[in-house]
């Protein structure tokens, strides 16, 4: 198995523009989640979903962000504007829960820098 | 919702000494307790977890100890080695779905 894939690996982008972030699960995986790290603030989960449907996003930051799941092998975090203090990682991870099994498995992350 | 504070925020052993680092949650339904290590640059990886049935779970130098009661766990490193150096993550979950992550101890194991 490849893992859980996002792209692009790095992002630079200036003030004002959408950036879109992407990742694929692991195949089989039932849910996937968004995180963002940064120094100040650590390892925050964004959002995450189970089968395709958002369950909690009370972790998005504010309205210029926002992240869909139209099918079970692909999600997208989508900023729009970003703003410099977007600068982070984000990392998304995908699990399963068949079987009671409740690894995250974490892709390689974006690093997203705005200027 | 679930806090889950991490101390120390860093630790430095000499080689071979043990390491221990503590985590404390909030929420008592919490039942899944992962240990993540995110070397530099790196992604999170698991390296051992704990559910809340167990009290203690071992894999080689690597052990987890759990006190349901106190809501608290622990890592424990054996005979550490310099390639143990990176930042360790603890998590508490209910479901094993949600992880709320501590703040992180970057290990530094001096050779």
């Known amino acids: 198995d490849a893992g859980v894939i996002q792209s692009p690996r790095h992002e630079v982008t200036e003030m004002g523009q959408e950036v879109t972030l992407r990742c694929k699960p692991i195949?089989?995986?039932?849910?996937l989640f968004w995180y963002r790290q940064t120094m100040m603030r650590g390892l925050e989960l964004l959002i995450y979903?189970?089968?395709?449907?958002?369950?909690?996003d009370s972790g998005m930051p504010e309205d210029r962000f926002s992240a869909k799941m139209p099918n079970a092998s692909f999600s997208t975090l989508k900023i729009q504007p970003s703003e410099p203090r977007d600068s982070a990682v984000y990392f998304c991870?995908?699990?399963?829960?068949?079987?009671?099994?409740?690894?995250?498995?974490f892709g390689p992350g974006t690093r997203l820098t705005v200027t | 919702g679930e806090n889950v504070e991490q101390h120390p925020s860093t630790l430095s052993v000499q080689e071979g000494d043990s390491a221990v680092i503590k985590c404390t949650y909030s929420?008592?339904?919490?039942?899944?307790f992962p240990w993540y290590k995110q070397e530099l640059g790196k992604r999170p990886q698991l390296i051992i977890d704990?559910?809340?049935?167990?009290g203690e779970k071992k894999d080689q130098r690597i052990a987890v100890t759990l006190n349901k009661t106190a809501k608290h766990f622990s890592l424990h490193i054996t005979e550490t080695q310099p390639e143990d150096s990176a930042v360790y993550f603890c998590?508490?979950?209910?479901?094993?779905?949600?992880?709320?992550f501590g703040a992180g101890t970057i290990l530094r194991v001096k050779s």
């Open positions: 929420d008592s339904a919490s039942n899944y």
């Open positions: 991870a995908s699990s399963s829960t068949g079987g009671a099994v409740y690894e995250q498995y």
């Open positions: 998590a508490a979950s209910k479901k094993g779905n949600k992880l709320v």
């Open positions: 704990i559910r809340s049935n167990v």
């Open positions: 195949s089989g995986h039932d849910y």
């Open positions: 979903f189970n089968n395709n449907v958002p369950i909690d």
